[in-house]
């Protein structure tokens, strides 16, 4: 069996006009150690998906299994980096990522704030780690969400646009160490990210997961990228198998080329 297995997942919401279907017929096997991107248009119900296998929302129909255990809540196995960060605001940087280690890990208290701490370095707020949340910028508390979940170091990392608020030269970084992160665990994490974001999706991943539109999307296609690692960004954006991808993930997500297929006459 697979590291996550979905099953015939239909995901659903009750609403004032009735029952809403997000998502349905969701199938997907992820291996340890893969890197899995979740592409696709505005509510199309990639954060739906991310939130079943964490084990924040209940499938209607179907199951999650991770590690041959069927999810029916959170848990430490999963680290998981919200859309919208979910930082507790009465806590300072620090201590909403100290509480997150020390929930999880059985380690000593110094060595619990060495992880803090180094982790802190890594998204570069070791000197911002007093303030609140409120007083921070959206690239900041994004970079904390990202630190608290490489910190408790858990087996399935789940990123819900994780990059979207940071400039271009942070997410670079980011994505050199969410890679340094996965290298140093022997390449056994098992990483699913939501992106909007096609050449970080490539960059990063094994596999893409091109989601159709709502309701009831399912997925439309799953892109392999058989791109050799370590990939260089400033090498593989010349290659053939690149380009390919690009232009597929371009065409299925782009269905609409010019300002008058919108039915836009500028003539007028
Ligand atoms: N609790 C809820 N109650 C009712 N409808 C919901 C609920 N949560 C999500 N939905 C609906 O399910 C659909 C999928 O939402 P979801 O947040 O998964 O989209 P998404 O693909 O993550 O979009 P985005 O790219 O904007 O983050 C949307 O139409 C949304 O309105
Ligand atoms: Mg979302």
Not at 61 to 71: A, L, Y
Not at 154 to 163: A, G, K, Q
Not at 211 to 232: C, L, Q, Y
């Amino acid at each position: 069996m697979s590291h996550i297995e979905i099953r015939d997942m239909e995901i659903s919401f009750p609403t004032p006009k009735g029952r809403y279907i997000a998502v349905k017929d969701i199938n997907l096997s992820i291996e340890k150690g893969e890197i899995i991107s979740i592409i696709g248009h505005s509510g199309c119900g990639k954060s739906t998906i991310m939130n079943a296998i964490g084990g924040m929302l209940n499938p209607t129909q179907g199951t999650v299994t991770v590690n041959g255990k069927k999810v029916n809540g959170p848990g430490p196995d999963r680290g998981i980096v919200f859309q919208n960060y979910s930082l507790l605001p009465w806590m300072s940087v620090y201590e909403n990522i100290f509480q997150a280690v020390d929930a999880v890990m059985t380690c000593s208290k110094t060595e619990k704030r060495e992880i803090v701490e180094n982790n802190l370095k890594m998204v570069n707020l070791y000197e911002h780690r007093n303030k609140l949340p409120g007083q921070l910028s959206g690239g900041m508390k994004q970079r904390v969400a990202i630190a608290r979940a490489f910190a408790i170091n858990p087996s399935v990392l789940l990123l819900d646009e994780p990059f979207g608020a940071l400039d271009a030269l942070t997410k670079g970084t980011m994505h050199l160490e969410l890679l340094k992160l996965w290298n140093l665990d022997n390449r056994e994490k098992t990483i699913i990210m939501v992106t909007h974001d096609i050449e970080e999706a490539i960059f990063l991943s094994d596999r893409i997961v091109v989601m159709n539109d709502g309701p009831a999307s399912t997925i439309r296609e799953i892109e392999n990228v058989h791109i050799p690692r370590p990939r260089n960004k400033l090498d593989i954006v010349n290659s053939l198998e690149y380009k390919s991808i690009r232009d597929r993930l371009l065409h299925l997500l782009t269905n609409k080329f010019s300002v008058e297929d919108m039915g836009i006459d500028y003539k007028k």
